[in-house]
């Protein structure tokens, strides 16, 4: 890898794994995830173990929140780690800074704006991966929030209503060996041109199933925009990108609600699996009451 990174001109660290300090991690754990609906509602709790079972998931009772953070230098450049191969769902696979999952308690739940319980959370795995001090709460800006569904193997998988918020920062990072085996900083060419490296040869570089989804349709926008955020939420692309790589090998499916194409609400292509969008912000060019656009996607996902 370390080849692979000075051919694309990316500054590489490795993250050395000592075995006498790293401890393996396990799915079972007392500390249980948020279960929601798909309208974001909370409906309890739900243990580690079952909110990751691929059953559950497939009968659709296993959906809970999660968020995705993405780090950004002030030079422009994009932190990305490479799971720790210890990680219960797909480990060893190259992902955005920080991914996890909002706790079942009081300071955590809290989901309505400007979304505190979940910059809580979010807030403490950054602390717990990378030994850094508490990010201002106001440092996380939230982006958007979707519901993405992927299968790791027979008996596990991912069914997450996933929060995605960026931050801005220069602080020196020492990743946690249980949480991260190497990190990199990169632009959006660079990042581009691996995403296609992996799509040829997975064998030597796979991304998760919920930071390709992301990258492939919505990062380098928002990353072009990244001086200034708020325009996403007035630009905000509302079609997905229709790959031979992305389409779904179901052939029912529905286009976008609205009675004409190039209306944010416009119907767009059937056929694949389902991705909806929706944002309860009316301002958002995703705002239309409990209407849902409806997009072509792989791992059947649903965007709010």
Not at 17 to 22: D, N, T, Y
Not at 27 to 32: A, D, F, G, T
Not at 35 to 47: E, F, Q, T
Not at 276 to 289: A, V
Request: aromatic share 14%; glycine share 6%.
């Amino acid at each position: 890898l370390k080849r692979l990174f000075i051919k694309y001109g990316c500054e590489y660290k490795l993250v050395k794994r000592f075995p006498w300090s790293v401890k393996p991690l396990f799915l079972h754990s007392s500390v249980n995830c948020v279960a929601v609906d798909r309208y974001d509602h909370c409906l309890g709790s739900i243990s580690i173990e079952d909110a990751h079972n691929w059953k559950l998931i497939q009968d659709d009772v296993a959906l809970h929140r999660a968020f995705s953070v993405f780090l950004f230098r002030s030079d422009g450049r994009m932190l990305i780690q490479k799971r720790a191969s210890s990680k219960t769902t797909f480990p060893g696979y190259w992902s955005n800074a920080c991914c996890s999952h909002p706790r079942f308690m009081p300071d955590e739940t809290n989901s309505d704006p400007p979304f505190s319980g979940i910059k809580c959370a979010a807030q403490r795995r950054m602390s717990e991966e990378f030994k850094i001090p508490l990010i201002p709460l106001e440092s996380f800006q939230f982006i958007d929030r979707f519901i993405y569904k992927a299968q790791f193997n027979e008996s596990l998988g991912e069914h997450e209503l996933d929060y995605v918020f960026f931050v801005r920062s220069d602080l020196l990072i020492e990743p946690n060996f249980n949480e991260v085996e190497l990190i990199q900083y990169v632009k959006e060419d660079q990042l581009k041109e691996l995403l296609e490296l992996s799509d040829r040869k997975p064998e030597i570089m796979q991304f998760a199933p919920w930071f390709r989804l992301i990258a492939k349709n919505f990062l380098f926008f928002w990353w072009k925009h990244l001086g200034d955020l708020q325009y996403i939420f007035f630009k905000m692309p509302t079609r997905l990108k229709k790959t031979r790589k992305l389409r779904g090998h179901v052939s029912h499916g529905h286009g976008r609600v609205g009675k004409h194409r190039k209306h944010p609400g416009g119907r767009g292509n059937a056929g694949g699996l389902h991705h909806h969008r929706i944002n309860f912000n009316k301002y958002h060019p995703g705002y239309f009451g409990k209407v849902f656009h409806t997009i072509v996607v792989k791992f059947c996902v649903v965007i709010f």
